[in-house]
Nanobody, 119 residues
């Protein structure tokens, strides 16, 4: 069955960087858009970024534009989220998700990885 496994979260000081990874299996990776969502304590889940199935189009939340970069690798069925200039508002659980297009509620979800930005 479809599986998405995130890794790369952790504790980082303000201004630091992290690279999240998402390993996909069990579905045709090349035909699916991959998105990253996050949920901070007490807040609604929000989409951070999405990349279309061919990688030709990317979307970013206004709050992360210019700091985060989404990418994907068809050969390894991996997706990534490079996060730079992190600030405490970026703290939360980050989820990888997949569907045939960038959607508000994708079909497949990972279990998440914690990102904490704190000094």
């Amino acid at each position: 069955q479809a599986q998405l496994v995130e890794s790369g979260g952790g504790l980082v000081p303000p201004g630091g960087s992290l690279r999240l990874s998402c390993a996909a299996s069990g579905f045709p990776f090349d035909n699916y858009a991959i998105a990253w969502f996050r949920q901070a304590p007490g807040k609604d889940r929000e989409e951070v970024s999405c990349i279309t199935h061919g990688g030709g189009s990317t979307h970013y939340a206004d709050s992360v534009k210019g700091r985060f970069t989404i990418s994907r690798d068809s050969a390894t069925k991996m997706a990534y989220l490079q996060m730079n200039i992190l600030n405490p508002e970026d703290t939360g659980i980050y989820y990888c998700a997949a569907d045939q297009a960038c959607r508000e509620n994708p079909r497949y979800w990972g279990t998440g990885t914690q990102v904490t930005v704190s000094s």
